[in-house]
């Protein structure tokens, strides 16, 4: 069964830094491309952030571009999303995902 739990997030004041993470199991991790998204209060799902399953491609949306920085360590199964010059408008569930499967997310708050 695939499961992703994903953790490391909290709150943090405006220019801050975060990393989180995502812990796969029930599938080869290192086998598949990881998609990040988050959902900021009262809004919709939105995409964040993408890798390959080689580790050596990965894409941003532009709201994040420059500031946040996806990668992936195999040998454990887990995929990270490091933030950085964080935002109150960065303020959303992270959830992790691979294929159809999702994880139950991790709220990042940014606020003085």
């Known amino acids: 069964q695939v499961q992703l739990v994903e953790s490391g997030g909290g709150l943090v004041q405006p220019g801050g830094s975060l990393r989180l993470s995502c812990a796969g199991s029930g599938f080869f991790v290192s086998d598949y491309a990881i998609t990040w998204f988050r959902q900021a209060p009262r809004k919709g799902l939105e995409w964040v952030s993408a890798i390959n399953s080689a580790g050596d491609d990965t894409m941003y949306a532009d709201p994040v571009k420059g500031r946040f920085t996806i990668s992936r360590d195999d040998a454990n199964d887990t995929l990270y999303l490091q933030a950085r010059s964080l935002k109150p408008e960065d303020t959303s569930v992270y959830y992790c995902?691979?294929?159809?499967?999702w994880g139950e997310g991790t709220l990042v708050t940014v606020s003085p």
């Open positions: 995902s691979v294929v159809d499967d």
